[in-house]
């Protein structure tokens, strides 16, 4: 069974920073795209960073400079470390990947910027 774990979130001051972390199982870690997206309060879902087995990562053009995802696949894990936040930043965050034509996603890590 696949499973996404996501923790990290919390509050923090606008400039601040965070780190989020993603555990999943239940599929070949190394081998999968992770992405990390985000959703704000009834809109649907933000696309914010990818990265691929290879570690190639792309990321939305509001958080490129900012944000830097990565992964440890010894550690089977996925992070998004967030600096100089914002608070158009607040949102759930939640990890996510596609295996077999299905996406799968965890239950989210609130973030809250604000002063």
């Known amino acids: 069974e696949v499973q996404l774990v996501e923790s990290g979130g919390g509050l923090v001051q606008p400039g601040g920073s965070l780190r989020l972390s993603c555990a999943p199982s239940?599929?070949?870690?190394?081998?999968?795209?992770l992405r990390w997206v985000r959703q704000t309060g009834g809109k649907g879902l933000e696309w914010v960073s990818t990265?691929?087995?290879?570690?190639?990562?792309t990321y939305r053009s509001t958080v490129q400079g900012r944000f830097t995802i990565s992964r440890d696949n010894a550690k089977a894990t996925a992070y998004l470390q967030m600096n100089s936040l914002k608070t158009e930043d607040t949102a759930v965050y939640y990890c996510?990947?596609?295996?077999?034509?299905?996406?799968?996603r965890g239950q989210g890590t609130r973030v809250t910027v604000s002063a």
């Open positions: 996510t990947t596609k295996i077999g034509g299905a996406e799968y």
């Open positions: 239940g599929f070949t870690f190394s081998s999968a795209d």
């Open positions: 990265i691929e087995p290879s570690t190639y990562s």
